[in-house]
């Protein structure tokens, strides 16, 4: 089960699978390449919102070159994820 440590480490399985209770194996609706371009993506907005609250209590411009950098990434991401959903 993900946990908040866990939930941004990358899939480390090249499978794909995980084992259910009843000892039989149940494919990823996703490939771990798709799966990592979803989690960078999820840490990327992640990381948007956060500088954002940062901001607020410090130096605006560092934050808001960050996110920048950050948004430009995760555009990047999305772009690519898109890609890769419309040629299935």
């Given at each position: 089960?993900?946990?908040?440590?866990?939930?941004?480490?990358?899939?480390?399985?090249?499978?794909?699978?995980q084992?259910?209770?009843?000892?039989?194996?149940?494919?990823?609706?996703?490939?771990?390449?798709?799966?990592n371009?979803?989690?960078?993506?999820?840490?990327?907005?992640?990381?948007?919102?956060?500088?954002?609250?940062?901001?607020?209590?410090?130096?605006?411009?560092?934050?808001?070159?960050?996110?920048?950098?950050?948004?430009?990434?995760?555009?990047r991401?999305?772009?690519?994820?898109?890609?890769?959903?419309?040629?299935?």
């Amino acid at each position: 089960m993900a946990t908040t440590e866990t939930m941004s480490e990358p899939m480390e399985t090249t499978t794909g699978r995980q084992q259910s209770g009843n000892g039989s194996w149940i494919d990823s609706p996703v490939d771990d390449d798709t799966y990592n371009i979803l989690m960078a993506l999820a840490s990327k907005l992640e990381a948007i919102d956060t500088y954002k609250k940062y901001a607020s209590n410090g130096d605006q411009g560092l934050w808001r070159e960050l996110a920048s950098d950050d948004r430009r990434h995760a555009e990047r991401l999305y772009d690519t994820l898109r890609q890769r959903m419309a040629s299935r």
